[in-house]
């Protein structure tokens, strides 16, 4: 093999080892630099805990009811603008927003005759997002045949963070 040839060759081999070696290191992220490395390594996109509750409700058949659900930051400070996701026995009702802290689901009359007369698993749920975690309260929902008697509807709920 002649001396050219040889030099051509391994150009190419070097070029070969140097494109893998690039390539490798921008899939893997090894350009970035150091420090903004060192820093997300560090744990500081750390989340901060939340806290929901939801309030148990009483209603008849024929009847509309609103349930009533709080968020939370670990502070207890009121969360706003957070979308929570709503379940009866299971399946999802809907989302609302969260306003002061506060957020209702409004179940109308027809709602409440097909789920019928007993007791309904109510829970609501809140997903977290880039700053805040997860969080998931339970509650209930009584139907019952006639009216309800005034202020029956208790507040008890459990939560837990997801």
Known sequence: MSSALFVASVRKA????LCILTCCCLV????GSAPNQT???QGSNR??????????????????????ATLKDGNGRALDGKTVEWFIDGASVGKSQVKSGV?????TSEYIDNLGI???QVRVTFYGDQSYESSTASSFLQVTATGVPAGTASTNST????
């Open 14 to 17: 070097v070029l070969l080892t």
């Open 28 to 31: 893997s992220g090894c350009t």
């Open 39 to 41: 820093a997300s390594s």
């Open 47 to 68: 989340l901060q805990t939340s806290q929901i509750s939801v309030s148990s409700a009483l209603t008849a058949l024929d009847e509309p009811v609103s349930i009533q």
């Open 103 to 107: 957020t209702m689901m409004n179940l």
């Open 118 to 120: 007993q007791a309904h």
């Open 159 to 162: 939560a837990s963070a997801v």
